[in-house]
């Protein structure tokens, strides 16, 4: 380790993830083991205009790993897409002596480190915390697989009560711009059918799957739908439905935010606590404008021009497996 940097802030910024926590016990921990001063920053990139700093030491992050939300709180701030906003921001980093930054969220998140390396040279690592999955560069987000796990208990009980019922059930999960929950809680979840945004997928093409089901006397269907499919919200799409098909009683169910809580999973909180040791490694080591991944069980750093505005493409196999499965 070269020690280059003797003061890291961190902050969690953007939508929050199960994991979060751990990624920030883990920054404050590999920050004091390297001799690092760490600061905490609350309410993300508003917080640091409005210089919401505190520092923090080991007992600040303890029993915190298994918790889910961000102790450090989140918070959309329209003030920092300004550069009289950053400019702020930036003033408040220099009057707490800060050298180094680790944001932890999405793509937003990491946009905003670019923008302040971009304009004030304040070196930053962003360790990628949403549910979603969306970003390129790394195999896994942290807070994919407790939502993903989140869906897939929903979407068991929800089948209880379709068994119990002649019921045909579109149930929604979160995935504006990424069908990863939906495709993988639909595989586990025995669904006949996914719809993803990454995918167009007719209406009649799925009531003639539906049909099919109801060709063979059964019981029961369920549908999982991202929030940001081609064809439309689950509501949507179930009214279409509705209007070809007559065989199943239908019912939606939407998700919601219910995927975003709860106590981590122990992949996330593992994969939190690696990637939050990897970022401030990196940083000491002189990486910047930079994004903490883990590709084939490995850490990496991608630089943003590299990454940003590429999409997390779904994996071809998992689409093919689906279909299969959907017969």
Same mark, same amino acid.
């Given at each position: ?15 929050? !993830?199960?994991?979060?926590? /751990? ?52 918070? =959309?701030?329209?003030?920092? =897409? ?19 930054? %680790? /944001? ?34 790394? +195999? ?13 208990? !929903? ?27 939906? %495709?993988?809680?639909? %595989? ?37 739908? !991202? ?9 949507? %799409? ?33 994969? !939190? ?15 910047? +404008? ?38």
């Amino acid at each position: 380790m070269s020690n280059q940097i003797k003061r890291i802030a961190v902050f969690t910024s953007g939508g929050d !993830a199960p994991g979060m926590n /751990a990624a920030l016990r883990a920054v404050v921990r590999a920050s004091i083991f390297y001799n690092i001063e760490v600061f905490g920053i609350y309410r993300g990139y508003e917080g640091m205009i409005d210089g919401d700093f505190e520092q923090l030491d080991v007992r600040s992050v303890a029993n915190i790993l298994q918790r889910g939300g961000t102790v450090l709180k989140s918070a =959309r701030s329209d003030e920092f =897409r300004t550069k009289e906003g950053r400019l702020k921001a930036y003033e408040n980093l220099k009057k707490h002596n800060i050298d180094g930054l %680790i /944001a932890i969220g999405g793509d937003g998140s990491f946009t905003g480190l670019h923008k302040l390396y971009e304009e004030y040279k304040i070196p930053g690592i962003c360790v990628p915390g949403t549910i979603d999955n969306d970003i390129a560069g790394t +195999d896994y987000t942290i807070g994919y697989d407790t939502a993903t796990n989140t869906a897939v208990e !929903a979407i068991d009980k929800i089948r209880d009560t379709a068994l119990s019922h002649n019921r045909l059930f579109f149930i929604e999960v979160m995935g504006r711009d990424s069908g990863y929950i939906a %495709i993988n809680s639909g %595989i586990a979840g025995g669904a006949v059918a996914i719809i993803i945004p990454e995918q167009e997928t007719s209406i009649d093409e799925l009531v003639e799957k539906i049909n099919r089901g109801a060709d063979k006397r059964k019981t029961s269907s369920l549908v999982v739908v !991202a929030e940001g499919g081609k064809s439309g919200s689950a509501m949507e %799409i179930a009214e279409k439905v509705n209007e070809k098909s007559s065989y199943f009683e239908t019912k939606v169910t939407i998700l919601g935010h219910l995927q975003r809580g709860g106590s981590p999973t122990y992949f996330d909180r593992v994969l !939190a606590s690696k990637m939050g040791i990897a970022a401030v490694e990196f940083l000491n080591d002189g990486k910047t +404008d930079s994004m903490v991944g883990i590709v084939n069980n490995k850490m990496v750093c991608n630089k943003f021009d590299d990454i940003m505005n590429q999409p997390h493409a779904i994996d071809e196999e998992s689409l093919r497996i689906a279909k299969i499965l959907s017969i």
